[in-house]
């Protein structure tokens, strides 16, 4: 979106104007012409027009559709990015059943090492009670033998069932290491890949124009079917509901006016009458410049001038470029 500069055409419409209504300026102390605050708006991507519905002349609101630009290769390009996406997704995914084993067989070699341990209990308390027995010869040896021979295999399964934990837990720790580096890099992919569809999606978002002020379209410079570059200009459009009056005062002059002062403005009603409206003042130039030659003011002799801006009301009759006198 770019900013027109503020109109000052038919100034020597205006110079005529002023020739032929010399008799009816008497007694005013300014004169000028009208103009507005004009935005061109431009296309921000490429591609083919394929709406334009709006026309010169027109009201557009703020955000109405002025135009559509073809963004099916955008939303192809989306579409694949999302797919990458996807794939980065179940990569990240597919760690996970591994890693759920590895920690399932974890907990059941704890378990089976806690059962032996309790058994190694039992074990070792019967050892206990037959030792005695058997020094009070109330039981044979023989049963106190096979108690200390299932003791010693049971101490045996139970470090080779430590190993095995051992083992586990080695291969566990080392694949969450390689969990957590592929985690690594696949989240390097993750942020620019999410980037580009965040890209994506915004110049999909630009393919329709919308329009950004309130106004009437002044001109058109596009089609529909034409090709739109970034940049070229597509419509121009102004708030015509209040309009500038730019006009010029001497130096004399400028100990009568401030800023929101009210103000006079004479439009022609005919031949020989003025139509009077409200204006305030809204702007008063800080630098002096020659008179320009197309406009007229009360002390046609001076050689410096000040410009000023008087928004006045606009009831649909007052037209850019229309010549208009003002009475401070």
Request: aromatic letters at 4%; a neutral charge.
């Amino acid at each position: 979106m770019m900013h027109a500069p503020l109109t000052r055409t038919l100034l020597a419409a205006a110079l005529v104007a002023l020739a032929g209504c010399a008799k009816k300026q008497d007694g005013h102390d300014a004169s000028g012409v009208f103009e507005a605050r004009e935005t061109i708006i431009a296309a921000e991507i490429a591609g083919q027009i394929v709406a334009m519905p709006i026309e010169e002349g027109q009201q557009l609101a703020v955000d109405a559709v002025a135009a559509e630009i073809d963004c099916q290769q955008l939303i192809l390009q989306r579409d694949q990015v999302r797919a990458s996406a996807l794939a980065i997704d179940e990569r990240t995914t597919e760690a996970k059943p591994q890693l759920e084993i590895l920690q399932a067989e974890q907990k059941a070699t704890q378990a089976q090492l806690a059962v032996q341990s309790e058994q190694l209990e039992v074990l070792e308390r019967e050892r206990a009670r037959f030792a005695t027995l058997v020094e009070q010869q109330a039981a044979p040896a023989k049963q106190l033998t096979d108690i200390e021979g299932q003791i010693a295999v049971l101490k045996r399964q139970m470090a080779s069932t430590k190993v095995q934990l051992a083992i586990t837990n080695q291969r566990g720790a080392s694949y969450k290491d390689q969990v957590a580096l592929q985690y690594r890099a696949t989240e390097s992919e993750r942020s620019p890949t999410q980037a580009r569809i965040a890209s994506i999606e915004d110049q999909i978002k630009k393919c329709k124009i919308k329009n950004p002020v309130a106004g009437t379209v002044l001109t058109k410079y596009a089609e529909q079917f034409e090709f739109a570059t970034p940049g070229k200009p597509l419509y121009r459009i102004a708030d015509l509901s209040n309009i500038l009056l730019r006009a010029y005062i001497t130096g004399d002059q400028l100990t009568q006016v401030k800023l929101n002062q009210k103000v006079r403005v004479f439009v022609d009603a005919g031949a020989q009458a003025f139509r009077e409206l409200p204006g305030t003042l809204v702007w008063v130039s800080d630098k002096a410049e020659f008179t320009p030659k197309t406009i007229q003011t009360k002390t046609e002799r001076s050689n410096l001038v000040y410009a000023v801006k008087i928004r006045v009301k606009n009831d649909g009759s007052l037209k850019i470029g229309m010549y208009a006198e003002v009475s401070l």
